[in-house]
């Protein structure tokens, strides 16, 4: 009997970022059918699996670090997964979160819970089970090592496609022009 | 009959007294640049254009083209190292594409697509960079600014004002506004100026004309900036 052929297990996760780069992963569109004979899902926002399963061959992190949470989960894709992505500008340069990066964090904790209309007798929420943020969002790779990255906000569906098809047909991910973007 | 010498095994003419940048872009071969322009006198500092000649690395915009040189510069080391140029000037900046007014019209950016740029490698430096929008017509942000000094010649040659110098050493070298505030709405600058005019990057922006034309149709998203007539200092938009 001829065993079926394993499946690459995929995971993926959102950090610090909005999940734009997930939208464009289904903007892959119908070829996801294609791409769902070659792959499976393990722990992602689209399975809603709570952990990453030990023998993951392709892990995809959209977004950056903008707190401890965020540091444990990259850690756990690192340790979990063969080949680490980092999917958009977020993951890759901190993107729109980082743009907070030369405030003091302090400050913006003040204006956001404090300061800002409409607050009145605001608070800073301090519950302990809360991840505690960090002084500055920070691009993935300065944590962990990165295989590889696809820039743009978001990427899109066509140059994820292009990435994750090549490695699966073993080539090396290449982005030409009109596919590489940062914006 | 012009002398030649050659880049990459092709045949490249010149004259006596052109540099292998100008006798280069004469024939239609693009070699990376940020700071070179060929409206002002080169002062080689971004280092993208290093070519290998005879063996040794030159910046291509200050070489004076010599006959028989035997010129390296579409090759995977010299375009390695441009890249590595190009992944710091991204990190010592704050370099936001998605939030930049002149994302598409970039040159660093496009640069950074032409060398396959997939990321900035280094750590991230963030830097602390005051944005000026003191004056009517332009802002200047200077989270962006490369330190190609375009303005700085610009402003002193042709707009005979200096409104812009380099000042500081190193790391902390930075662009300056000729006035006691430091603020460019205490300068003579105007939008006419050639200093408006040739930043290649997004920190001399026009003001009330953001996004007149869309990402994804800009300058360098309908062609790469290696395509002959498409560097930008060519086709200067806003």
């Not at chain 1, 340790?79 to 030369?102: D, F, S, T, V, Y």
């Not at chain 2, 496009?110 to 602390?128: E, I, K, N, R, W």
């Not at chain 2, 303005?151 to 004002?161: I, T």
């Not at chain 2, 309908?222 to 806003?238: L, N």
Request: aromatic letters at 6%; hydrophobic letters at 35%.
């Amino acid at each position: 009997m001829i065993e079926p052929r394993k499946k690459i297990k995929v995971a993926t996760t959102s950090l610090a970022g909005c999940f734009g780069c997930h939208m464009s992963l289904l903007d892959i569109d119908q070829r996801l059918f294609t791409l769902l004979e070659h792959i499976e899902f393990d722990r992602s926002p689209l399975t809603d699996i709570k952990t990453c399963s030990p023998d993951c061959d392709i892990g995809i992190v959209e977004g950056g670090l903008c707190n401890t949470e965020n540091i444990h989960v990259l850690r756990e894709f690192r340790r979990n997964c063969k080949i680490l992505i980092a999917l958009g500008a977020c993951a890759i340069n901190g993107g729109l979160p980082a743009q907070r990066n030369h405030l003091p964090l302090a400050v913006l904790l003040e204006e956001v819970y404090h300061t800002s209309p409409g607050l009145a007798n605001g608070m800073i929420p301090n519950d302990p089970e809360l991840p505690l943020p960090l002084d500055r969002v920070h691009p993935i790779h300065e944590v962990v090592h990165v295989d590889y990255a696809i820039p743009g906000c978001p990427p899109s569906g066509d140059a994820i496609w292009k990435v994750l098809t090549d490695l699966l047909a073993g080539r090396e991910p290449e982005l030409g022009h009109g596919l590489l973007h940062y914006d | 009959m012009s002398q030649t010498f050659t880049i990459d095994g092709r045949v490249i003419p010149f004259e006596v007294g052109q540099t292998v940048m100008q006798a280069a872009s004469q024939a239609g071969i693009y070699i990376p640049h940020l700071c070179y322009h060929p409206a002002f006198k080169p002062n080689g500092s971004c280092k993208l254009c290093t070519v290998k000649v005879n063996g040794r690395q030159s910046a291509s915009c200050t070489l004076r083209a010599q006959s028989g040189m035997v010129v390296e510069s579409d090759t995977e080391e010299i375009n390695a190292e441009r890249r590595m140029l190009t992944q710091m000037l991204f990190v010592e900046g704050n370099h936001f594409c998605p939030s930049c007014e002149k994302s598409g019209n970039c040159q660093l950016q496009a640069t950074a697509y032409h060398l396959g740029m997939m990321s900035p490698h280094f750590d991230h430096f963030f830097p602390d960079r005051a944005v000026d929008a003191s004056h009517p017509d332009i802002l200047l942000d200077f989270n962006r600014c490369i330190l190609c000094s375009l303005c700085v010649q610009a402003s002193r040659e042709v707009d005979k004002k200096q409104v812009f110098a380099l000042s500081g050493r190193g790391i902390g070298t930075h662009l300056i506004i000729n006035a006691r505030s430091g603020r460019l709405a205490d300068t003579d600058f105007s939008l006419a100026d050639k200093a408006a005019q040739v930043c290649p990057v997004g920190v001399i922006l026009k003001k009330r004309t953001g996004f007149a034309v869309p990402i994804g149709q800009r300058t360098y998203d309908q062609q790469p900036i290696s395509v002959p007539g498409k560097v930008a200092e060519e086709i200067r938009h806003d």
